[in-house]
């Protein structure tokens, strides 16, 4: 990850990683129903926690590279250890979303060609990402958010037009079975949604002053909520009771949209946005991995070579995955389970543990500082 990162193009890479996470609320706005707003509010306290989580994190490590702070916490051995299973979790990852994502663009039609080939081609896509490093990401992260956010304007435009209230009722009781499960499902949403956010870890030492950053990533967190909700209960006002008939409904309102004959398919458009949020989320998650690989194995930035024979071997890998998952594929189910573990265990619980032994330590060398000047 070279070359610095600024303000602006921080917040769009952290509102990148949360809205892509559209994808998803498809299937959430079918299972929620008229409890979408429970569900998505019950995400929210997964990325507050993130968040603060981070900020003790640049309190402690602000200015050092992912892996010098995890050797700092953990020993050399223990830290290059965990280095590397973060590599192969951003990994595990980007291959997980890769196919989900290459599955959302088949099944909107473009079906011509086997589902390995767009794969492979949007894995491609993030090597090529990875290799060329952060800066370019977070500066083609800012280029996207602007259309994306027009189209959410486009959305809610629709959305009031031909919104009925009506739909949003009746309101569950929280203390409902269904608000109880919303609930709980939301805040797995969140997780997965919010655990997104360890692939901007070893970027935050690139980043012009560093220990500002945290508000930047909490208006990103307060923005991407908000949008979630204006496009989910957009959906439900629009579509009421017919919204299960609909795979993608964040999509089917874009239908609503005719302007002419250049402006009549929004949805196409909407679609193809939803693609490049996902590349972008891919792209972050792989040049996390690629860049833990090359702080692991001591490669320098002018090693270009290198970085590229490194970025193109995990693309390799996640074919090879790729392939292997074609004879067995585990159920979707214990997939999710699996992923929502990992992503707590290396979103959540390792990082708390590298900033409390960190801390410990540095309040231990500290004491033994002053010790030693009160001694002399």
Known sequence: MQGKIGRAEF???????????????????????????????????????????????????????????????????????????????????????????????????????????????FLLVVACFAATGGTALARVALLVVVPAL??????????????????????????????????????????????????????????REVKRRMSTLAVALVAAFLLWLVLALGSQVVLGASLPLYEFPILQVFCLAEFGHWFSRFEVIGAVLLVMLALLRAAALFGAAVASLLELWAVGPQQRGRIWLISLG??????????????????????LAICGWLTACFALLLPALAVILGALKFKKEHKNIIVKHAQD
């Open 150 to 207: 027009l189209l959410t304007l486009v959305n809610l435009w629709l959305t009031v037009w031909n919104a009925d209230f009506g739909n949003l009722l009746p309101w569950q009781p929280l203390r409902s079975a269904e608000s109880q499960a919303a609930l709980g499902q939301g805040w797995r949403y969140g997780l997965l949604v919010f655990g997104g956010f360890s692939a901007l870890l070893p970027i935050l030492q690139h980043t």
């Open 11 to 121: 917040f769009s890479l952290a509102l990148v990683l949360c809205l892509s996470s559209v994808l998803l609320l498809g299937a959430v706005e079918k299972a929620a129903g008229p409890l979408a707003w429970l569900f998505l509010t019950a995400a929210l306290p997964a990325g507050l926690l993130c968040w603060l989580l981070f900020y003790f994190w640049l309190k402690l490590y602000a200015g050092q590279s992912f892996g010098a702070a995890l050797e700092y916490a953990f020993g050399r051995a223990g830290g290059r250890m965990v280095l590397f299973a973060y590599a192969l979790f951003w990994l595990l990852l980007v291959e997980l979303f890769g196919g989900c994502v290459a599955a959302f663009w088949s099944s909107l039609g473009a079906n011509n060609l086997p589902l390995w080939f767009y794969t492979a081609l």
């Open 314 to 335: 995990c693309w390799l890998l996640l074919m090879v995955v790729y392939w292997a998952g074609q004879f067995y594929a585990p159920p979707g189910e214990l997939l």
